[in-house]
T-cell receptor, first 113, second 110 residues
Framework: EAQVTQNPRYLITVTGKKLTVTCSQNMNHEYMSWYRQDPGLGLRQIYY???????DKGDVPEGYKVSRKEKRNFPLILESPSPNQTSLYFCASSSGISYNEQFFGPGTRLTVL | DQQVKQNSPSLSVQEGRISILNCDYT??????FLWYKKYPAEGPTFLIS?????DKNEDGRFTVFLNKSAKHLSLHIVPSQPGDSAVYFCAASGQNDMRFGAGTRLTVKP
C-alpha cells in the first residue's frame, strides 16, 4: 500500500530536549516536505527536499532541521524545542513540487511544555 | 503574507443540499489548484484539482470552478453527505511553489 508514515503520532516533551520525528514514504517520490498546521494559519511549509541530499527552507524553518540521506526518509529534527513549536506536523511526498498531488502522513501532534 | 485565503472558517449545510467552499489567491503565477480533505486524526488527502487552462473540473459529486480574472476558485459538493464532514484545504501551485489556505470546516447535518 502506498503510504507516508510518521512516528511518533503523539509526543509531549519539555523545552530544550532534542527530538526527531521520522517520516518515510514507499512511493519512490523525489519530493518530500514538512508542514505544521496551526489554527487559522493552515498548513505552513517548514522544509522541503527535491531529492537526496537536497533540502531547502520553507516559510517557517526557524528552530527546525532536516536531512535527506535516503530517498524514502526525511526526518524532522528539533534541536531545542520551545513551546511555540507546539503544533500538528505533517510530512508529505510527491513526484514533484508543482502540479502534483501530495501524499500526507497521518500527522504528529507535538506538545512542548 | 497569506497568498491563499479561505475566508470562511466553517460551513454548515443540510444533507442533500449543495456545499460551496471558496478560496481566493493573490499570486497570478499560480496555475494549478488543488483541494484536499482532512478528517480528524488523519493527514490531508487529495480530492480534486484544476489547471489554469480550464474553468471547471468535475469528479462525481465534486466540481471545482476557477475564475482566473477574479483569482477565485470554489469547490461544489452536490449532494452533500454526512461523510463529507471534514476540513477542506485549498492549495495553489506554481513553478516550484505550493501554498495552502487555512482550511474550511464543513459540517453536513443529517
Amino acid at each position: 500500500e502506498a503510504q507516508v508514515t510518521q512516528n511518533p503520532r503523539y509526543l509531549i516533551t519539555v523545552t530544550g530536549k532534542k527530538l526527531t520525528v521520522t517520516c518515510s514514504q514507499n512511493m519512490n517520490h523525489e519530493y518530500m516536505s514538512w508542514y505544521r498546521q496551526d489554527p487559522g494559519l493552515g498548513l505552513r511549509q517548514i522544509y522541503y527536499s527535491m531529492n537526496v541530499e537536497v533540502t531547502d527552507k520553507g516559510d517557517v524553518p526557524e528552530g527546525y532541521k532536516v536531512s535527506r540521506k535516503e530517498k524514502r526518509n526525511f526526518p524532522l529534527i528539533l534541536e531545542s524545542p520551545s513551546p511555540n513549536q507546539t503544533s500538528l506536523y505533517f510530512c508529505a511526498s510527491s513526484s514533484g513540487i508543482s502540479y502534483n498531488e501530495q501524499f500526507f502522513g497521518p500527522g504528529t501532534r507535538l506538545t512542548v511544555l | 503574507d497569506q497568498q491563499v485565503k479561505q475566508n470562511s472558517p466553517s460551513l454548515s449545510v443540510q444533507e442533500g443540499r449543495i456545499s460551496i467552499l471558496n478560496c481566493d489567491y493573490t499570486n497570478s503565477m499560480f496555475d494549478y489548484f488543488l483541494w484536499y480533505k482532512k478528517y480528524p486524526a488523519e493527514g490531508p488527502t487529495f480530492l480534486i484539482s484544476i489547471s489554469s487552462i480550464k474553468d471547471k473540473n468535475e469528479d462525481g459529486r465534486f466540481t471545482v470552478f476557477l475564475n482566473k480574472s477574479a483569482k477565485h476558485l470554489s469547490l461544489h459538493i452536490v449532494p452533500s453527505q454526512p461523510g463529507d464532514s471534514a476540513v477542506y484545504f485549498c492549495a495553489a501551485s506554481g513553478q516550484n511553489d505550493m501554498r495552502f489556505g487555512a482550511g474550511t470546516r464543513l459540517t453536513v447535518k443529517p
